[in-house]
């Protein structure tokens, strides 16, 4: 019952930690956490043992946004085209990406080629202007993220150089 | 109708162009900068481009990235929003000739309209009542004091060559006036090495009103009557409404018709406001905005009309179809600009929303991309969220101001919500009895922030 | 007007009866049950109480616990919402005996109205059109081929002592009557031991239209025209329109004129439905309903008026206060009932709401208390949201639907928000061609379900 | 960059917790962390001891809702009223507790009274019925929470019986 009127603070839904322990009884697992939306929960029941090494794995569309409304999809973060190895090469513009010079001739690189610093690696066209896109340093390309005459938006990650 | 619509804006109002374009079927691109690419009108977006960090100046001021966004996208229009580009003459020319259509009015249009000089030059040509002020310098206290009897007192002297107040002087008759003015030239002359000043009619008290008005480059112009955004703080409007409870029907009748008069003398074409100083009776020139405004809900609510909806049928070569008479205003309706701002001091409150519930049910509109999980991002202005309320009549729509006040949680940072109760509580307010320098008296007070029913 | 409203009901419609309070300036009472103890409404109130156990009977249904509660609350108006206590004659004598205001009709009114034998006698005496049939049971095939020749076919034989569609036969013409009346007699016996039946013409394609009424008792009336309710699964209403794109315009002059006549002459109360068969431009009283509808605020959303706020006026003692004359309807809505229901076989779908985003923009209201976290409890009916949209026709209230539909996420318990999105695409509902077996008959095609859009 | 759309799995479900409990089993790992743009999930198992009882403490307003409308103040849970004792007696109904038979007489029990099963313990009077609440059990009576002529609602605890 209330009568007039405070402010009351954020908790945990006992029930929800109820139900979560239920479950590590079931699984008879020793700890289970879960974030959504600004909200986190983390229950365990602990015994001694030392904690073995986490294995994390994220999966390809793990940026995707917790909300996506019906109908659409969620907006890729550019990072999640992630691969946020030092060696990624990003795009530095919106555009067009060309991997050769002109069509039906070679590319200018190809994965495994070695590169030196300042060599041209592809084109990104943006307003009728043909962005050269060089490396950064030498390296090896050991991957090529982006498809001729592809779309690319600023952040997404055109090669690797290793 | 245009297949693909481009926004190359923001926030609110880049989800509010959104809703007007999947209302009319028509498919969206967003453009975002990283920070926003978990902002609610892009992952609604058909299709969405990063097109830079987060600095505007890289992103949504990047011409040649929205350009290429709209390119890549086979965008065949682009909405510029409000802010940004959306006043910019050039960029409206570049979308034409890379073969977009820009969904605002002419350039030349935006143009004379940015540049207050001009713009009060050609409202006056126009026909549009400006502040009555000596065209051009005065050389000596004598012809100031001509000047003003034209005029009436209290008048401002102003640089010719100014700006920021340096050598404003205010004179509220010939002795102070003539006492003053020989002060008035010296402050000039040391601050711009010129000594040239002019006179002005000095308003005290006016109110902010601004006409909003609709043109289809045909010919055919209508108004929407006025909106009263007399609440402000620094400049910036924080609670608009429409009628204003203190325009004179006399007045609102003739400013009206000038307004309209004047846009079809230009041609002019999409949405426009003219906004206006009135007091006493008289309207008189502030600025013509050559776009949408933030405030432009509160006209839909009374008019039945989507203003957006007009701005896509306009730039797409419809013609208005509808004449003056056509149009139908009824009942009141307010906007609260609610600005991840505390509401004590305006210090600006970025971060993650741990919670939300907005307001519903009937007469109450929300326009907001806030949810629960989303992270206010620190590099854009503060409005997070307008709550746009309607009513039969004034005190209806104030009553349920209120409500929807009470309703609204918005958790996890700190917004201007408590100062908007504050206000829906204010008698003067209620009466409808303020201008332009009310809301910052009342602050100054403290007035206003104290406390009400224990919600504080 | 009442100082403090006890609203004995829950879920949405409990805070659409509080939002109405709210913008009255009426403090609020919310009854609830264990089970609802988090819930909006509890929550936005002023005050709260707890009166029982999850199950209605001991909750919601309890009339000691709801009376005790507007007692220990100071309450000075009880407000039953729909359903639950909402349609109890005794419950509204009750209320009124422990000196608290009952919000809805008399309860002579309520009574009669709530037995459907009683309920049709007293609509053709009131001159209420109603399904033509034989008056009282028929003894031989003969005199059933005399009266289907005055009702004209198909008609259907019923039982008298019946229900449950028991000794029930269609029969197209004499022939078909005269071979089947035999049988209906048999089944009849054998299922209620009394082998009576009579006649009534059978509608094969009727569509639900239903008229809003308002009347203060005090012999003013004024009807705010039509609902359509056809689209039904289960004689449960799916989604509401209004205007109907069915109904003939003589007709809707007709019946609104009739409903009005027979409720002034009842001397009617508050708001009521009235519930007709539409068919071959004849309409055929089903019901009235003595309360509030569910699809009420598509009524708000093209007459400007606030049936629950009426409701208040009129069992404060306050006269209508207008004609209709006055009474201006404009533009279309739809209502989407949005149950916690799969989609796929309405498998009821309660649980916790881990994620939760509401559409907003022009034209759209909510009317719902999920949030973030809310726990949607399993005790009672599926209702978590009305979708209500308005447009200036029907063409454009139906894009704004799907583009609002579009925007709705409610994570974490399974919705019939696909239902809808199918519905909103659907080419025959666009076309506004459907009765009230339409739904049933698209679904068992599983068309509707069919994929679109990528959506499924 | 997003071209068209699909709708992304929710999350949290007891059957993903149970599933990757499997695979602790199958891969022999203890952790497994899943994150996923605003959702994430992480389970362990601790191997060796047997699993002590869940530690599992409720805040005090652990039934406060999480949201708090402006203006408003959120209501209370019953069960919050709290005292999850077995021996809280509490509230078959609502209306107003009498501690005595009349204004001015003793109350029927006060703290540290040892009280008799069926024994009259308060009167909770609802539509001017007197309804005497009894003691459920003999014990002593080492609480009282409602005072008297004070307004109770179903749930709420009226006193502790130990």
């Known amino acids: ?162 | 109708m245009f297949e693909k619509v481009l926004i190359a804006n923001r926030g609110e109002i880049a989800l509010r162009i959104h809703r007007a374009c999947r209302d009319m079927g028509i498919k969206t691109v967003a453009v975002h900068s990283t920070a926003d690419a978990n902002a609610m009108n892009v992952r609604l977006a058909d299709e969405s481009v990063c097109i830079g960090p987060p600095p505007a100046r890289q992103s949504y001021l990047n011409i040649p990235a929205i350009l290429s966004a709209a390119t890549i996208t086979g965008a065949d229009a682009i909405h510029p929003g409000i802010g940004f580009l959306s006043e910019n003459a050039d960029f409206a020319e570049v979308v034409a000739e890379h073969g977009f259509t820009f969904i605002g009015p002419k350039p030349e249009h935006i143009r004379v309209m940015g540049d207050k000089v001009h713009a009060k030059a050609a409202a006056k040509e126009l026909g549009i009542p400006t502040l009555p002020g000596s065209d051009g310098a005065l050389r000596t206290a004598d012809e100031a004091v001509a000047a003003a009897k034209a005029i009436g007192y209290p008048v401002l002297l102003k640089a010719v060559s100014g700006g920021g107040g340096r050598g404003m002087k205010l004179a509220r008759d010939a002795a102070e006036l003539r006492a003053l003015f020989p002060l008035a030239q010296a402050e000039t002359q040391a601050a711009f090495a010129d000594d040239s000043v002019y006179l002005e009619r000095f308003l005290d008290r006016p109110r902010h009103i601004e006409i909003q008005l609709l043109g289809d480059g045909k010919g055919s112009v209508v108004h929407l009557s006025e909106r009263d955004c007399s609440l402000q703080r620094l400049h910036q409007k924080v609670l608009e409404e429409t009628p204003s409870p203190g325009l004179d029907e006399a007045a609102r009748q003739k400013i009206t018709g000038i307004a309209v008069r004047a846009l079809e003398t230009l041609g002019y074409q999409s949405a426009g406001t003219i906004e206006f100083l009135y007091q006493d009776g008289e309207l008189s020139f502030i600025e013509m905005n050559t776009r949408l405004q933030v405030e432009h809900p509160i006209t839909e609510m009374v008019s039945g009309i989507d203003l957006v909806r007009e701005q896509l049928r306009i730039a797409a070569g419809a013609p208005l179809g509808y004449r003056q008479s056509d149009i139908r205003l009824r009942g009141h309706a307010i906007e609260c600009r609610i600005n991840a701002e505390r509401a004590e001091d305006f210090r600006p409150s970025p971060g993650r929303i741990s919670e939300y519930h907005a307001p519903g049910g009937p007469g109450v509109r929300v326009d907001s991309g806030l949810y629960q999980g989303y992270e206010v991002p620190p590099y854009y202005d503060s409005l997070i969220s307008k709550l746009v309320i309607y009513g039969g009549d004034r005190p209806e729509c104030l009553m349920r101001l209120r409500r929807a006040l009470e309703e609204y949680v918005i958790g996890g940072i700190d917004t201007t919500i408590p100062l908007h109760q504050r206000l829906a509580d204010n008698a003067e307010f209620q009466a409808g009895a303020y201008d332009i320098g009310w809301l910052e008296r009342v602050l100054a007070d403290g007035d206003v922030t104290r406390c009400r029913r224990g919600s504080c």
Do not use: C, W
């Not at chain 1, 999809?73 to 999640?80: F, W």
């Open chain 1, 1 to 162: 019952m209330k009568f007039g009127g405070s402010r009351p603070r954020l908790a945990p839904d006992p029930d929800l930690i109820r139900s979560l322990a239920k479950l590590l009884d079931e699984t008879g697992l020793s700890e289970i956490e879960y974030e959504a939306g600004g909200q986190r929960i983390h229950v365990a029941r602990h015994v001694t043992a030392p904690a073995a090494p986490v294995a994390s794995a994220t999966p390809p569309d793990a940026e995707k946004p917790a909300i996506a409304p019906a109908g659409t999809n969620g907006a890729t973060h550019p990072a999640a085209n992630g691969h946020d190895d030092p060696g990624t090469l990003k795009a530095p513009l919106v555009g067009i990406a060309y991997l050769a010079a002109e069509p039906g001739q070679p590319p200018y690189v190809r994965v495994g080629d070695a590169v030196a610093e300042g060599q041209t690696l592809l084109i990104i066209e943006a307003m009728k202007v043909m962005n050269q896109i060089r490396a950064p340093r030498a390296g090896r390309v050991t991957r090529v993220y982006v498809g001729d005459s592809e779309p690319v938006e600023y952040g997404s990650a055109l090669m690797l150089i290793e």
